[in-house]
Structures are given as structure tokens and as C-alpha cells.
């Protein structure tokens, strides 16, 4: 019997069923990187699946990047930018725009984007309430610590504000900028962020959206993604990889080491990426998993 076009939609809403009951309550930490936030009918297609989330009684919480959007920020005011070992050499100059271009502008795009839809988000910067503190990090190169100026390493998270928010009813959306105790102020690569303030909120999933499909076997060839992992098959590959993927990869080893269940690397260019990932029985992109 051929299934009329309404049938096969009741068809996928039960395919979300078993998934709906699974992850009723869960807490899941999306980060949402500035190379998945370039279009704007993605950028839409994002907040409908955070808010569809929040309806269907999971808790999500959005930890956001803007990477080429503080690229392009510092490039019209003639700031030099550069890259080590994956992070921005950040001078105090430049951290200024990191936040105005994180806080002021990034996350306040997302938030009108999911407000559309109900009072839903709320921002913060990752300064506010202790959310996180950092200290000063170094990069290695060939083993040699180099100073990369005000980049931070997450050493503490105070989840409480967030926890507050969700238990309100709110989506929390966050940028990567954190506290020292010192008085600085440091600019935090937003995937190892996100990865921390999972473990912190004992989140079911940490989701990471990406503009690859996943994480490619054999990069640069993209044919063959590699869909499952455990967290020591990946600490076995971590030497090997390159790039952006370096800090992705180890967000999510270090969200599954620190107790989080399921960590995802998703592709950010597929509408409603979030969506087919949580509710359908293939799920998308590459997935880590406890040993
Ligand atoms: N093994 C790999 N699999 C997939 N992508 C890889 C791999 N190694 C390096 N990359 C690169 O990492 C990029 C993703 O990192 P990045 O550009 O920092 O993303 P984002 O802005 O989403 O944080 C990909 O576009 C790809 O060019
Ligand atoms: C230290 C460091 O490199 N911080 C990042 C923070 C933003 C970020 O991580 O953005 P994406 O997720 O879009 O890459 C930066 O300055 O670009």
C-alpha cells in the first residue's frame, strides 16, 4: 500500500518517539561555530531546531564561536590577525573586538534569532556570574610553550547561572570569552568551551556543528566519514589530525572523558541538521563514545 504524503509525515513523527522519551529532560550543549553561521536561512533553520527542542522537553544550551566574523571585524580596522597551533594570537587590542564582535554582535544575533519564535534565549557572556575563569594559555609548538597573548584556558565553571536560566525555562545562549582571576579578560576557543561547561552541566550530548560532514578517515579526501568512535579509538587518532578538527576533537574527547555521554561533530550547512541528528534512527555526522 502506497503511504499518502500525510501518512508519511505521521511516519516521521514516530520515528522521533523512542527519541522524544529518551532524551525527555536532557541537558544537550550545542556549539555553534562561525563556519555553520554564514547563511541566513541556516542561521534560521538553527533557531527552529533549538526552540523545536526546548518544545519537545529537552534543555538546550548554545555555546557560540564567530571566528570569521572576528576575522573580518579586525581586518576593517587594520588589525593584524594570526594563527598558532589553531588558536588567534590575541594582543589586548584585538581582545577587545574578540568581545565586542563575540558578545555584542554574534550572540546577539543568535538570541533575535530564537526570540523570534517565544522569550526563549537569554545571553551571557562566559564573563558573567563566574561562568568561566581562565587562565593564561600557551601554544605548543614542537614542544616549545609560545606565547599567544590573551588566549584562556578554562580552569573552572561556575554552571549555576545557566542551570538557573534552564530551570526557568530559557535557552541559554553563550560566548567564549571568560574571566581571570587576574583581571584579564581572555578570548577561549569556543569548541573547547562548549566541551567544558558539558562536563559541567553533566549534559546528555555535547553537539558540535561544523561546515564538514564530520570527522573524514583519511582528510584531505572527504569521501569516507567516520560515524562512530570511542573515546580511545579518537586519543589513539588526536596526534594525527590537523586544523580546525584538533580543537573539535578534543572537545568532544574531553566532554565524553569528563562523563558526558554522546559527543557529536555535525555538518552546519545540512538544514536542520540538529533535528535529524536527535530524532531519526540514522543520526548524522560523527559520533564519540565512552570505551
Ligand atoms: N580529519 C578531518 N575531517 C574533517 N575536517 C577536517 C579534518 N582535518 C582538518 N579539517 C578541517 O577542519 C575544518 C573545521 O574547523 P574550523 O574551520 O575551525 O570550523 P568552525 O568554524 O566550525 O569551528 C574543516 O572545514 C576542515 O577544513
Ligand atoms: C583562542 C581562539 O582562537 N578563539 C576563537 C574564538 C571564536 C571561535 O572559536 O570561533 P569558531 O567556533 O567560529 O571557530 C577566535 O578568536 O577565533
Known amino acids: 500500500m502506497r503511504l499518502t504524503t500525510a501518512q508519511a509525515k505521521a511516519e516521521s513523527l514516530i520515528e522521533a518517539l523512542p527519541w522524544l522519551t529518551r532524551f525527555h529532560g536532557a ?153 581571570g582571576d587576574d583581571g584579564e579578560i581572555y578570548n577561549v576557543n569556543a569548541d573547547t568551551a562548549a566541551a567544558a561547561l558539558a562536563v559541567a552541566l553533566k549534559a546528555h550530548k555535547l553537539i558540535v556543528l561544523t561546515d564538514v560532514e564530520g570527522l573524514y578517515a583519511n582528510w584531505p579526501d572527504d569521501t569516507d566519514v567516520i560515524d562512530l568512535l570511542t573515546a580511545d579509538e579518537l586519543a589513539a587518532l588526536m596526534p594525527t589530525l590537523s586544523s580546525g578538527m584538533v580543537p573539535k576533537m578534543e572537545a568532544c574527547l574531553t566532554a565524553v572523558q569528563g562523563g558526558v555521554p554522546q559527543a557529536h561533530v555535525l555538518d552546519g550547512r545540512v538544514s536542520h541538521s540538529l533535528l535529524l541528528e536527535i530524532f531519526t534512527n540514522e543520526g548524522i555526522g560523527t559520533m564519540v563514545v565512552p570505551s
Not at 70 to 96: C, H, K, N, Y
Open 27 to 179: 541537558t544537550v550543549v550545542i556549539k555553534y561555530g562561525g563556519n555553520a553561521m554564514t547563511e541566513e536561512s541556516l542561521k534560521e533553520g538553527f533557531a527552529e531546531d533549538v526552540v523545536f527542542l526546548h518544545h519537545a522537553g529537552l534543555r538546550p544550551v548554545v555555546v557560540h564561536g564567530g571566528g570569521p566574523q572576528i576575522s573580518t571585524a579586525l581586518d576593517q580596522l587594520g588589525i593584524e590577525s594570526t594563527f598558532t597551533a589553531g588558536l588567534r594570537v590575541t594582543t589586548p587590542e584585538a581582545m577587545q573586538v574578540v568581545r565586542m564582535v563575540l558578545t555584542g554582535q554574534v550572540n546577539r544575533d543568535i538570541v533575535g534569532l530564537v526570540n523570534r519564535h517565544g522569550p526563549f534565549a537569554v545571553g551571557m557572556s562566559g564573563e558573567d556570574a563566574h561562568l568561566f575563569t581562565a587562565v593564561r594559555k600557551h601554544a605548543l609548538v614542537d614542544g616549545e610553550p609560545v606565547d599567544i597573548g590573551q588566549v584562556g584556558e578554562i580552569i573552572k565553571v561556575e554552571p549555576g547561572a545557566v542551570e538557573a536560566l534552564l530551570d526557568n525555562g530559557r535557552i541559554p545562549v553563550i560566548s567564549s570569552v571568560a574571566r
